[in-house]
């Protein structure tokens, strides 16, 4: 044979060079059968009497048997979506393989890069025959099954990383023979189970081990501090539990995220001083608590002063108790985050010792004192979250010296006065919240001036005046714009045409009068718009015809006159509210006019043609025992998919439920959004207020195109609001009809009126599962079916899965003063509906502060 020649290798299952001795009680026999090979293997090489002959015999079979056993990879694979391994073929020579590479010295295939390629199919064995291989990347594909225990025996692999695919199971215990690996990575997969001790006892050489995003449990090896030059330790998405080990202090960390766990015990102020190179730490969402019974933060801050090059913070959404401290003021910390605690009390003027911050998220604590005036000493700062506290004052004007700010949100506390202009002079402000607070006063036009302004609301106040004639200048805002529920008057400002930009456009519940312009066509870009119970007059303009990228128009509640352009149906309109004005002439046909519902309509008298809400007829009907008997029949239109509770819990042909749902999850979105839209008409616009007393999936129903429509009105309770007679104003009473069912809590109208916490199990049992164990939460089929994703079309799933849980258990919280209403939660849904369906700048300030997707978009 030539030099250079291949002749052809075939492998069996009996070809494995050392998987049939590699169980998990196996691996010192592995190590001595190993021992025996390699000095047999030097007998044969001293005794030969052609050193050359030997070192050629030795090159081409090592490549023979390399290209054996990727041949064997291949043929194990199911699929292979972009044809990427084509040219695995017995005619081409190995190095030559898509994905492979070669050490040239050595001649031997030392790296497998597959990744991103799509490839589905069982990690095949026979990898295990590569036994000069240093690099397997198999990232981002679809290979499920477990891990083969075989892999174990590339001895000389140094980086393995099987990130996003299926695979299941637990870590294999031989893997502990992998003795020269330096990186190891496995997140986001299905993998299971505790990790094996003398992994880390042996693989003292890792540098970084990533291990998110699976479904470990138990707790962390105190091994790992056999590691000594570990660096990036990434467990975050598990279900670890008890404490960090005291043994990372043996580490050379810079990086620790273990973030939605369940570690428990005091936040970890006897480990931390003794990682000098800690630069992230992030141990937000477990079970931790702060010092002295979860009182005291002083300890854990002071001992981070240690850590001095320290960058990144993270201690979200544990509850931790006590006062900011004095200790907080460290001068290399880049990103603090503390919301979702109960933090009590005032921001300490040692905050502005935090001299390289750039971001802080104290949202959803208790903090209610002042904000100190060393505040202004926070030059870098680009976002500031402090949504969702008790704040009881007027807005600091010392937040106009925050030149860096991009995202300022004050929203949902008790801030009161008028608002400060002088924050018109922050010029890279993109992101304004000041809503749902007691704001007074008129909106400053300076404030008008931040152009770059694209996320901006004042909602939820008490502002009075005008609109001022500066919103021309916002030229640039993309999102939305929210004025909505305030004490403004005067004409709809003819500047809001230079709004080209646009998306969202919110002014309802106001006291807004004049005509709605011709040249509103001229805001192109916008999908809605609000402008509902104000005292609008005149007609609508028939160039809303011309608004292509329009998507909902509400204008109900006002005084507007005239026919109902026609262009509407023209366009792609899937919400329209024209109720209560003074329309007339016939409901034009087409486009939205052909599925709007009589609510679309109510309230206009002279209009004709409107969609039947008939409530049938009666007919007498005879029992069995011969009682006769009232029937009313109601005709509504057909809906060819039916509930959705059919659609929730499909049933098959024996009549046992499969116990999974066929909607995907942008059609679950959807109807959660369009109920939620439903029940907010009902409970907020409609003249009479309406509770839905039967609110179930049986009675939600199912159109052609998967909208929702809330039916079933039938037990209910009015909300009648009746004069006091004296001039003192009005009291609302309650009509109860036929029974007390369920009740929205945002329309319980006495303000002691908690939820029992007997009555919430459901929530109970949700909050106990969530952030650890939300696929314990979740339909599997949604878990399923996002690991088949990409992972940005994955990552949307996973915002979109965790804001509808955390607004469903805001939303049921016990105390009323913290439920979103369901204008809130209608709001927050349509945002996440756009966001899932690929809408990324539909980015939203949710009930519960701004969302994670939101936070360093900016």
């Keep these: 044979m030539k030099v250079g020649e291949e002749k052809e290798v075939t492998l069996t299952k009996g070809s494995f060079l050392c998987t049939s001795l590699l169980g998990s009680g196996n691996i010192f026999i592995m190590a001595f059968i190993r021992l025996f090979f390699i000095l047999l293997l030097r007998r044969s090489v001293s005794v030969s009497g052609n050193a050359d002959s030997a070192y050629h015999h030795h090159r081409h079979h090592s490549l023979l048997n390399d290209k054996a056993a990727l041949l064997e990879f291949k043929m194990s694979l199911i699929f292979d979506p972009k044809s990427t391994l084509s040219n695995w073929e017995k005619a081409v020579p190995v190095c030559n393989f898509t994905g492979v590479a070669c050490d040239k010295r050595h001649h031997r295939v030392s790296q497998i890069n597959l990744s991103s390629f799509g490839l589905v199919g069982k990690i095949s064995p026979f990898i295990s025959n590569l036994t000069g291989l240093r690099v397997l990347n198999l990232f981002e594909n679809h290979f499920f099954g477990t891990i083969p225990h075989q892999l174990s025996c590339l001895q000389h692999l140094r980086n393995l990383i099987l990130d996003s695919n299926n695979l299941n199971g637990p870590i294999p215990n031989s893997f502990a023979l992998l003795t020269n690996l330096t990186l190891f990575s496995v997140q986001k997969n299905n993998l299971t189970g505790p990790l094996p001790p003398s992994f880390?006892?042996?693989?003292?050489?890792?540098?970084?081990?990533?291990?998110?995003?699976?479904?470990?449990?138990?707790?962390?090896?105190?091994?790992?501090?056999?590691?000594?030059?570990?660096?990036?330790?990434?467990?975050?998405?598990?279900?670890?539990?008890?404490?960090?080990?005291?043994?990372?202090?043996?580490?050379?960390?810079?990086?620790?995220?273990?973030?939605?766990?369940?570690?428990?015990?005091?936040?970890?102020?006897?480990?931390?001083?003794?990682?000098?190179?800690?630069?992230?730490?992030?141990?937000?969402?477990?079970k931790m608590i702060s010092h002295d019974n979860n009182t005291n933060l002083y300890p854990f801050f002071a001992t981070l002063r240690n850590c001095t090059h320290l960058k990144e913070l993270e201690l979200a959404g544990m509850g931790l108790g006590g006062r900011l401290p004095s200790s907080i003021g460290h001068p290399t910390l880049q990103r603090l985050e503390l919301q979702e605690n109960r933090i009590f009390g005032s921001i300490p003027p040692e905050i502005g010792n935090l001299s390289s911050l750039s971001m802080l998220n104290l949202t959803s604590n208790l903090l209610n004192g002042a904000i100190s005036e060393e505040f202004s000493q926070l030059s870098k700062l680009e976002?500031?979250?402090?949504?969702?506290?008790?704040?009881?004052?007027?807005?600091?004007?010392?937040l106009e010296k925050l030149l860096h700010l991009g995202l300022l949100d004050l929203s949902n506390n008790n801030f009161h006065g008028e608002i400060p202009g002088s924050l018109g002079d922050l010029p890279l402000l993109n992101s304004l919240f000041l809503n749902n607070n007691l704001l007074s006063g008129p909106i400053p036009p300076k404030l008008l001036k931040c152009t770059s302004l694209y996320r901006f609301d004042l909602s939820c106040n008490k502002l009075t005046g005008r609109i001022p004639r500066e919103i021309s200048e916002l030229r640039e805002i993309r999102i939305f714009i929210k004025f909505s529920q305030n004490l403004l008057e005067g004409p709809l400002p003819i500047e809001i045409i230079k709004l080209d930009k646009v998306e969202e456009m919110d002014l309802s519940s106001n006291n807004l009068s004049g005509n709605i312009f011709p040249q509103i066509s001229s805001c192109t870009s916008v999908q809605r718009i609000n402008f509902s119970?104000?005292?609008?007059?005149?007609?609508?303009?028939?160039?809303?015809?011309?608004?292509?990228?329009?998507?909902?128009?509400?204008?109900?509640?006002?005084?507007?006159?005239?026919?109902?352009?026609?262009?509407?149906?023209?366009?792609?309109?899937?919400f329209l509210n024209l109720s209560f004005n003074n329309f007339e002439g016939m409901i034009p046909s087409g486009g939205i006019f052909n599925s709007a519902t009589t609510m679309s309509f109510l309230g206009n008298p002279r209009l004709c043609g409107a969609p039947s809400s008939s409530y049938g007829r009666v007919y007498r009907g005879v029992l069995q025992d011969g009682t006769s008997i009232a029937v009313k029949a109601l005709v509504l239109p057909y809906m060819a998919n039916g509930s959705l509770e059919s659609r929730l819990y499909p049933h098959s042909k024996s009549g046992l439920g499969s116990g999974s749902s066929d909607l995907s999850l942008i059609q679950g979105v959807s109807i959660c959004s369009d109920i939620a839209e439903g029940m907010a008409y009902l409970h907020h616009h409609s003249t009479v207020r309406v509770i839905h007393c039967d609110l179930k999936p049986s009675n939600v129903l199912l159109n052609d195109d998967i909208t929702a429509l809330v039916s079933d009105i039938g037990i209910a309770i009015v909300v009648m609001t009746v004069g006091a007679g004296n001039g003192a104003g009005a009291i609302e009473t309650w009509e109860i009809l036929l029974q007390i069912c369920y009740m929205d809590p945002s329309v319980t109208l006495h303000q002691s009126m908690d939820l029992d916490p007997k009555h919430l199990s459901g929530q109970i049992w949700v909050k106990s599962h969530y952030p650890g164990r939300v696929e314990k939460v979740v339909d599997s089929s949604l878990i399923r079916a996002s690991r088949d994703q990409s992972p940005e079309v994955t990552r949307m799933w996973e915002v979109a899965i965790r804001e509808m849980i955390e607004l469903g258990i805001l939303r049921t919280q016990e105390t009323r003063s913290i439920r979103p209403t369901m204008l809130d939660a209608a709001d927050d849904l349509d945002r996440l509906k756009r966001y899932r369906s690929g809408d990324t700048t539909a980015a939203f300030a949710s009930s519960l502060g701004i969302s994670s997707s939101t936070l360093g978009d900016d």
């Design 533 to 574: 119970h104000n005292a609008l007059e005149g007609q609508l303009p028939d160039s809303l015809g011309d608004l292509r990228n329009l998507e909902s128009f509400d204008v109900s509640s006002n005084k507007i006159s005239g026919m109902i352009p026609k262009r509407l149906s023209k366009i792609n309109l899937t």
């Design 200 to 286: 880390f006892s042996t693989c003292t050489q890792l540098k970084v081990i990533d291990l998110s995003l699976n479904f470990f449990t138990g707790q962390i090896p105190a091994e790992i501090g056999n590691c000594p030059n570990l660096w990036i330790l990434n467990l975050y998405n598990n279900q670890f539990t008890e404490q960090l080990p005291a043994s990372l202090t043996n580490t050379s960390l810079y990086n620790l995220d273990v973030e939605y766990n369940l570690l428990s015990g005091q936040l970890p102020s006897d480990l931390v001083p003794n990682l000098p190179t800690l630069l992230f730490l992030h141990l937000s969402y477990n």
């Design 383 to 398: 976002q500031l979250v402090l949504s969702h506290n008790f704040f009881n004052i007027t807005i600091p004007v010392e």
